[in-house]
């Protein structure tokens, strides 16, 4: 037996566009050695780069909103990144393999894989390499809005009570919309699923061979509530071939967080170098385990996780019904609370679209003559302005609105843009943007009856001085950040070790594995009344917006929609 001292495990964070694995000591947390694999088909959103067509150069176009990966790039990350971080920890640390005791993971959700009943995913067998939804629908998939608008308002006129757990509104992003969006534009590919499965489960069930849904996702993106789907009835109205999505596709043994979902096969021993038959833990969400990651499993401690999107999560020892809220699970984060569960679905995208596409070179000169990233370089003016200074406010909808509107026919603006805006100007407003939405979270979240103490950021973005204060200073909160690098990677190896059976529980674990650097930042009561001014504009746009005053944005984008596919037909008009 392993000598606690010594015992280690693994966790492996798969993000939007790599997978992170990191090895961690199980008797205080600390991080040995890190590996890195980014995906080779990234994120396909405008054509399939994979399957017979992308070979013959002649690939498969995709409508708007679509975002679609690969899964064997996920199992590439276990034949590179695990093998990576543990010859980093014996070349620094001098570790044992035979130390590893378990081994977790994380996903992002609600990234869906439609796969065959031993768990083959579809875009993997003969004739389906061409078919879009034969693939995995990444979290960040957004075609099935429809579907979600019409899931909504079956629920609220039939009275369904689990609406209610999902702030009155269920997402495009989530398990049913995408499911019935599969039904109605490609059948035969629908009825060839016999499992669909969040990727989270799907990773877990190559690495222990078992098929366990984990209670996390079942809870916040499956509409699993209460031991119950909703009813064959219900999935009837939407659609009468829909009735038995759930039983048929998507029912199956659920797995509580920290629980054993199987043990390491020879096969996954030989990608990752692990010892075989070490304990594999029941698949996470990566916002959900960053909590335990950062101490913060706490009620009153939200933790924002920081990064293309933001995941905002939180405990709490009641049941509210938060409007807008992504959902609200028993268990959902730790055993004993209620996990709570807000976001904003684009943030760091948010400043890459702004720097990729909007920065003259002039800026990207001066940036490489300072050896800093454009980034750095736009947020070094940006701080010397004073707040309000540049004139502007932003809203931060350019990948929709997460919380607490639920709609992703939302799309972003920025008012106040004259001939003397300058890019620091710009981008700086949607920073500050940014940080509005997640004070609109926190106020919902208070005047529901779930009180935010603490702001926690955990994600690459805590590394931006001046964005930290903007949040502290806007949301009046203190703002305490996490201690790893490699938040999700940290929590996920959390996980492991309460499933290796180091620990009794994950809040426990967590108290001694998870760290977090208390109120880094504080507000500045100058900058927060300022911003107060500026955030009641933002709120005033936000409602005009998107409320229903004015329903501009889903004007255009339903021309968006037509024109491109106007386009896209033509196109394969002409190649045919």
Known sequence: ???????????????????????????????????????????????????????????????????????????????????????????????????????????????????????????????????????????????????????????????????????????????????????????????????????????????????????????????????????????AALNPDFRSFVADKVEHEIGQLGAVAGHLTAEAAAWTGLPEGIAVAVGNVDAHVCAPAANAVEPGQMTAIMGTSTCHVMNGEELHEVPGMCGVVDGGIVEGLWGYEAGQSGVGDIFGWFVNGSVPPAYVESAEAEGVSVHQYLTDLAAQQEIGEHGLVALDWHSGNRSVLVDHELSGTVVGQTLATRPEDTYRALLEATAFGTRTIVETFRDAGVPVTELVVAGGLLKNRLLMQIYADVTRLPLSTIASDQGPALGSAIHAAVAAGAYPDVRTAAQVMGKRTVAAYTPIEENAVRYDALFAEYTALHDYFGRGANEVMHRLKAMRREAKAARVASATEVTA
């Open 1 to 235: 037996m392993t000598d606690p001292q010594r015992a280690l495990t693994i966790g492996v964070d798969y993000g939007t566009l790599s997978g992170r694995a990191v090895v961690v000591r199980v008797h205080d947390g600390a991080e040995l050695g890190t590996g890195v694999h980014e995906y080779p088909h990234a994120v396909m959103d405008h054509t399939l780069t994979a399957g017979p067509a992308s070979e013959t150069g002649s690939p498969v176009h995709l409508p708007p909103e679509w975002a679609l990966q690969v899964p064997q790039d996920y199992v590439d990350v276990l034949k590179v990144a695990v093998p990576a971080a543990i010859a980093q920890a014996q070349a620094d640390h001098g570790i044992d393999v035979a130390d590893i005791v378990g081994i977790g993971t994380d996903f992002t959700a609600c990234t869906m894989v439609p796969t065959t009943t031993d768990g083959t995913p579809l875009c993997e067998l003969d004739g389906f390499g061409d078919r879009p939804h034969a693939y995995v629908k990444l979290w960040k998939h957004h075609a099935a809005q429809g579907q979600a608008d019409r899931i909504n308002e079956l629920a609220h006129a039939r009275g369904e009570s689990w609406i209610s757990r999902y702030g009155g509104l269920i997402s495009s992003e989530w398990e049913f919309a995408k499911g019935l969006q599969i039904l109605e534009e490609d059948r035969e590919v629908y009825d060839r699923i016999d499992h669909w499965v969040e990727a989270a489960d799907w990773i877990v069930w190559q690495l222990g061979g078992a098929y366990v849904r984990n209670a996390c996702t079942a809870g916040y993106k499956g509409i699993y509530q209460d031991g119950e789907y909703p009813s064959e009835d219900f999935l």
